[in-house]
């Protein structure tokens, strides 16, 4: 396969990571606000592990991203 | 008749419009330019634009606890408020997570994490370089953690500190395929805190870029859509800012903390 075309294949699969990390914040925020529901008063101690939670998982879809920049750089 | 002339200066105009039109090059503002070349010995010490900023950066964060303590009162006035929020802040999660031994790191962690975080800050207004989005900068600080968390290891334990890559409770059978694991995830440790870090600001910014791209270009008919998700990125930008040097601190805590107290 030409090196081109297969570099911008690469980077496409490379995206697919944001997937994970969408069920990962979806189930995260799903579960605190659960959390909330049940004991409104724990929010405020809660809310800060939530955020952190959050800034882990984006930082698992943006290594995908850290991917797409190598493989743009060898094709 | 002969309509050629129609297809003439169409293909001449599409062809203008394909050689003048503006490319978008979302990468363009984290290309480091060498303003002064200096190699002693071969050594690249070149003062370049993510230099100048990094200088800039130590000097805002400077100039602010310089001009906030200026003439402390005990009821603290704005600029005071801030500088002592900050310290507080601080001062919490190091007590929070590493508990009255961690105070002797104090100087360390609070330059560190204002460093990020102003890093992360003035990468926003336009024009400027932001110095976190090189993988080399979040890499050197990670590196430079990483080591000090096995040099205080190896001080407060000495050759114990290797019992850190067993878990406690563990059947020995299982210990050939756990210590491998454990010394795995104690090395990812560095690259997993400069790539986050990185990552996000790289990200964030390459985003900006796009939907100012499509600001300027677009027609004023549907140019207000990125306009106002450029306004609501940035606002964004500085939220992920704060929590990216937030995380990046309490990581460096906890590691410091694994180091001092073990499992």
Redesign the interface.
């Known amino acids: 396969m030409e090196s081109l075309p297969a570099s911008f294949i690469g980077m496409g699969l490379a995206a697919t990571g944001l997937g994970g990390a969408g069920i990962g914040l979806g189930y995260m925020f799903g579960k605190a606000i659960e959390a909330f529901a049940r004991q409104p008063s724990a929010e405020g101690q809660l809310s800060k592990y939530v ?2 939670g ?3 998982v ?2 698992i879809a ?2 995908g ?2 991917l797409a ?1 190598i493989i743009m750089g060898k094709g | 008749m002969n309509f050629s002339f129609v297809a003439e200066a169409y293909a001449e105009t599409a062809q203008t419009v394909a050689t003048t039109a503006p490319k978008m090059d979302p990468l363009h503002h984290f290309q480091v330019i060498n303003y002064l070349k200096i190699t002693p010995f071969g050594f690249d010490m070149s003062i370049s634009n993510s230099v100048l900023w990094m200088w800039i950066v130590v000097g805002v964060v400077y100039g602010l606890f310089r001009l906030a303590m200026r003439n402390p009162t005990l009821v603290p006035g704005r600029l005071q408020s801030v500088a002592e929020a900050g310290y507080l802040f601080v001062q919490g999660m190091i007590h929070d997570i590493i508990g009255p031994s961690g105070k002797k790191f104090f100087p360390a962690i609070f330059t560190l994490f204002f460093f990020v975080l102003f890093s992360n800050w003035t990468g926003l207004i336009p024009g400027s370089f932001t110095v976190t989005s090189q993988l080399i900068v979040t890499g050197t600080l990670a590196l430079i953690i990483f080591a000090l968390s096995i040099v205080l290891g190896a001080y407060h334990h000495g050759w114990k500190f290797l019992g850190f890559f067993v878990p406690h409770g563990l059947p020995p059978a299982l210990l050939p395929l756990m210590v491998p694991i454990e010394i795995i995830s104690f090395l990812a440790r560095p690259v997993s805190l400069s790539v986050r870090l990185f990552a996000n600001m790289t990200a964030g910014h390459t985003v900006l870029g796009v939907l100012f791209f499509f600001t300027a270009t677009l027609t004023w008919a549907v140019a207000w859509l990125p306009f106002g998700f450029t306004v609501v990125f940035t606002a964004m930008e500085i939220f992920i800012g704060f929590i990216q040097a937030y995380i990046f601190t309490i990581l460096t805590c906890v590691y410091i903390n694994d180091s001092i107290h073990m499992h």
């Open positions: 955020w952190i959050a800034a882990f984006e930082a943006l290594y991203l850290v920049f």
